[in-house]
């Protein structure tokens, strides 16, 4: 199994190598790498999160929208490289509840499912999820800061993907958010401390705003 994970890395690293807006190879070998970490911490299953962290973003809406609905780059994968169906099924569902979909955002069913969400989520506080934040703002035509417009928050999973603010306003939409949205306990101690790192980036940024 462990071969077949690693084979679905470079898989996943592959399909992303040419994105720019923050789900390129380094996030999908950082979440896969926490989501081991905190598999071991939780007593999940490590190669259900090792493998479905591996492929969560092989049909990411952003990336690849035309498979999106039905996972089938991630099933493609794992049928060729003799995934067993229930292992398959497993991995699909668990990628199917990661996402952040703003009011419709869901619990995982599964302590593997939560291990994988949770390493996803952690890519998206701190300073690696400000940098995150900022390059996918960039790559849809978003702008840094927008006085006076407001952010869209307690919105649903249509008006959430619909959003065009300013990158600023995500973080209320979305990133300062995950902290309370943590399902397990290691994931919960280490999301507090980079969600402190937001909230002084934040206050930052507007002192230095306001003084121009």
């Given at each position: 199994m462990q071969?077949?994970?690693?084979?679905?890395?470079?898989?996943?690293?592959?399909?992303?190598e040419k994105d720019s807006g923050g789900h390129d190879s380094g996030h999908i070998e950082r979440v896969f790498n926490t989501a081991v970490r905190l598999?071991?911490?939780?007593?999940a299953d490590c190669d259900i999160c090792a493998l479905a962290a591996?492929?969560?973003?092989?049909?990411?809406?952003k990336l690849s929208p035309e498979t999106s609905k039905n996972k089938d780059n991630a099933r493609r994968f794992m049928r060729k490289n003799g995934i067993p169906d229930e292992i398959a099924e497993?991995?699909?569902?668990?990628?199917?509840?990661?996402?952040?979909?703003?009011?419709?955002?869901?619990?995982?069913?599964?302590?593997?499912?939560?291990?994988?969400?949770?390493?996803?989520?952690?890519?998206?506080?701190?300073?690696?999820?400000?940098a995150r934040c900022f390059a996918y703002g960039g790559s849809v035509g978003r702008k840094i800061y927008e006085?006076?417009?407001?952010?869209?928050?307690?919105?649903?999973?249509?008006?959430?993907?619909?959003?065009?603010?300013?990158?600023?306003?995500?973080?209320?939409?979305?990133?300062?958010?995950?902290?309370?949205?943590?399902?397990?306990d290691s994931a919960k101690s280490e999301a507090a401390r980079r969600h402190a790192f937001l909230e002084d980036f934040l206050a930052e940024f507007f002192r230095e705003i306001n003084r121009i």
């Open positions: 071969a077949v994970v690693y084979k679905a890395l470079e898989y996943a690293k592959a399909l992303c598999a071991h911490e939780e007593n591996a492929l969560h973003d092989a049909d990411d809406r497993r991995v699909v569902k668990i990628i199917d509840e990661v996402s952040f979909k703003g009011t419709d955002s869901v619990v995982p069913s599964t302590l593997e499912g939560k291990v994988v969400q949770d390493a996803d989520r952690l890519d998206a506080v701190g300073a690696v999820g400000i006085p006076g417009e407001k952010p869209d928050t307690g919105v649903g999973e249509e008006a959430y993907y619909a959003g065009k603010n300013c990158s600023i306003n995500h973080f209320y939409e979305k990133l300062l958010l995950l902290k309370d949205m943590m399902n397990t």
